[in-house]
C-alpha cells in the first residue's frame, strides 16, 4: 500500500509502474501510405480558447477578457480566410463556454467543413478538479458542441494538454475516436490503458508545434518573453521538413487569439505555401487522419 504521505523514491515498484501504465503509448499507427500517394501529412488545429483563460482563473479584469475576444473578432475571420482561400479545412477545439458565448462563430466554422473537437467546458486544469468533476463537465461539453455546431465531436484536446488518470477512462465512455493531448511520439499511435489496448488514437502535439509558448506575453513579470514571428517560422518549417522527409505527420496547434494578429497570420500563410509547394502533401482534419491511420492499422 502506497500512502499520499511517501515520496517517488520511496514508492514500491506496482505503484510506480501503475502510474506509467496510465494512457501509455502503444502500438504505432503510423500509416504505410497516405491518401492520394501523399509523403506526409498535414493536420492544423486551432483552440480557441477566447476568453475562457481569464474566466477559468476566476480573473475578472476586463483587459484580460478582451484578449480572448480578439481570437473571435479578430483571430478566427482571418484564419477562416487563409483556409478559405488554401482551400484547406482545420480542426477547432472549443472551449463550451467559449462556443456558448460565440454560436454564431462555431456554426459558421462548422458549416464550412471544418472539425469541432471538445476542449474542456472552460479550459479548466483535468489535475485539480474534485473526483467525478472531469466527467460531468467533458459530457456536458461534448453536449453544448453537438448543438451548437449539428454533430458530435469525435474527437478530444484537453485544455493546456492536463491529460488526467481518469481521462482515458472518460474518452473511452463518450465512444471518441480519437486524442490530442499526449507526447510520446511524432506519429499516430494507439493509447493503451494499463496495458491494454483501447483502440483509441493518439494524435500527438507538442509544445514546439504550438504558437503560444513562444508568443505569450506575462505582463508583471521582469522576464517578458517574446519570439519574432519570423524564428517561430523557421520552427515550424523545420518541423514540417523534418516530417515530410521521415513521411511522417505534422500537427500543428495554433490559437486565435495569438495566430490571428497582423503581424503572425502571416507567417501561417507562408508556411501553408511552403508545403504546399511540396506537392506531395495530405491536408486533413484530425478526425480524418485518425480514420486513416486507424483503418490502415486494421481498426
Not at 508568443?215 to 517561430?232: E, G, H, K
Request: proline fraction near 7%.
Amino acid at each position: 500500500m502506497t500512502t499520499q504521505t511517501e515520496k517517488p523514491w520511496e514508492w514500491s515498484e506496482p505503484h510506480w509502474r501503475h502510474l506509467v501504465g496510465n494512457a501509455r503509448a502503444g502500438r504505432s499507427l503510423a500509416p504505410r501510405s497516405w491518401p492520394g500517394g501523399a509523403r506526409c501529412c498535414v493536420t492544423l488545429s486551432f483552440d480557441a480558447d477566447h476568453e475562457t483563460i481569464p474566466l477559468r482563473d476566476a480573473d475578472s479584469s476586463p483587459m484580460r477578457i478582451s484578449q480572448g475576444q480578439y481570437g473571435n473578432r479578430q483571430g478566427v475571420p482571418r484564419i477562416r480566410a487563409l483556409l478559405a482561400r488554401h482551400g484547406l479545412r482545420a480542426s477547432f477545439f472549443y472551449p463550451a463556454v467559449a462556443a456558448l458565448l460565440h454560436p454564431g462563430e462555431i456554426r459558421a466554422v462548422a458549416d464550412e467543413g471544418h472539425e469541432i473537437g471538445i476542449h474542456s467546458w472552460i479550459h479548466e486544469a483535468n489535475t485539480a478538479l474534485p473526483p467525478g468533476v472531469e466527467r460531468e463537465l467533458t459530457f456536458r461539453a461534448a453536449d453544448v458542441l453537438e448543438t451548437l455546431s449539428g454533430r458530435r465531436p469525435v474527437g478530444i484536446r484537453t485544455a493546456s494538454w492536463d491529460f488526467s488518470t481518469d481521462t482515458l477512462a472518460i474518452i473511452r465512455e463518450l465512444g471518441l475516436l480519437y486524442d490530442s493531448s499526449l507526447m510520446a511520439d511524432d506519429d499516430p499511435y494507439e493509447l493503451l490503458d494499463h496495458g491494454n489496448p483501447t483502440g483509441i488514437v493518439e494524435l500527438p502535439p507538442e509544445w514546439i508545434r504550438d504558437d503560444a509558448p513562444y508568443f505569450n506575453f506575462v505582463r508583471f513579470s521582469a522576464l517578458r518573453p517574446y519570439t519574432a514571428p519570423s524564428a517561430v517560422e523557421e520552427i515550424f518549417r523545420a518541423e514540417f521538413d523534418g516530417a515530410h522527409a521521415e513521411g511522417g505527420m505534422f500537427l500543428l496547434t495554433m490559437h486565435p487569439h495569438v495566430i490571428g494578429h497582423r503581424s503572425r497570420i502571416g507567417l501561417l500563410d507562408r508556411l501553408v505555401q511552403h508545403m504546399r509547394a511540396k506537392g506531395d502533401v495530405w491536408f486533413a482534419t484530425h478526425e480524418e487522419v485518425a480514420r486513416h491511420v486507424r483503418d490502415q492499422a486494421g481498426g
